[in-house]
């Protein structure tokens, strides 16, 4: 049996809540990055023995369309999935639906899923500090669990996941990271985007139909050049605040 950690996580906390549900397995994880765009997908095919932790990212209620259609050219062969969805404290919506039926499609056998929360890659005042230590032993707690299941019975059904078909509509958000005159061309942006919206001749620019509004560029950029509309971000915060405030706890659905 072999272990995967297949991760798409722009700012790092997807993967972080990933690592933390992982390491219950007790054994070393072989990691896919769903955020490296010229990767041919194709080329990963499991066995029916793997199991593939698959974390992504809640966009909108949604998997962000980069990820589905990466993980939509892998060949599951019966390898047994564990879903988890990350979100900002707000909600996940039709998130693990839409990952469990596009694994589904190819062949991943999912057998259970975890909800967990992380920082907001957008509106960071929101679940500050998530996943902390607590979040990680309880993601550990649900690994052990999830180990333990599945060597009790290797047979086990596909999981039942909350959401809603069709899924709900997204359309992104306005909110795109630009950059500013401190920018040095250092191109770390570009090299770095998820979905190649940064032009590596001119990354001061930014694609704004292309941009998926992750934030990495902003995180990796070394002198802070790159930021979002103030006026807009507040605005954006200050509909969210109700809705985020409350203290979301992660959540684990077994077969």
């Known amino acids: 049996m072999s272990l995967y950690l297949i991760t798409f996580s722009p700012t790092g906390g997807t993967k972080k809540a990933a690592d933390g549900l992982a390491d219950a397995f007790g054994q070393h994880a072989q990691e896919i990055d769903l955020t490296v765009p010229d990767t041919d997908y194709s080329r990963f095919s499991f066995c029916a023995g793997d199991i593939c932790v698959v974390a992504v990212p ?3 209620g949604r998997v962000p369309a980069a990820a589905v259609s990466r993980l939509a050219g892998m060949a599951g062969n019966g390898a047994k999935a564990v879903l988890m969805a990350v979100y900002g404290n707000r909600a996940y919506e ?3 639906l839409e990952l469990k039926e596009t694994l589904a499609r190819v062949g991943f056998h999912c057998v259970a899923a975890v909800a967990a929360v992380a920082e907001h890659s957008v509106m960071r005042q929101f ?3 998530r996943p902390n230590q607590e979040d990680l032993e309880a993601l550990e707690q649900f690994g052990h669990q999830i ?3 599945i ?3 290797s047979t086990m059904d596909h999981v039942d996941v909350p959401g809603n078909a069709p899924y709900r509509e997204y359309r992104g958000i306005p909110l795109k990271p630009k950059a500013g005159e401190a920018c040095v061309g250092c ?3 570009a090299q770095k985007c998820p979905v190649g919206a940064i032009p590596a001749d001119k990354p001061s620019f930014t694609d704004a139909e292309t941009c998926i509004s992750c934030m990495r560029c902003i995180r990796v950029c070394p002198v802070h050049a790159r930021t979002l509309d103030a006026q807009m971000l507040a605005g954006a915060s200050q509909r969210l605040e109700q809705i985020c405030l409350e203290f ?3 959540e684990l659905f077994l077969s």
């Open 58 to 60: 809640s966009y909108g």
């Open 94 to 96: 039709d998130t693990l």
């Open 127 to 129: 679940a500050a500090g």
């Open 147 to 149: 180990k333990e299941a």
């Open 151 to 153: 060597e009790k019975d």
């Open 187 to 189: 191109g770390q942006c």
């Open 248 to 250: 979301k706890e992660n």
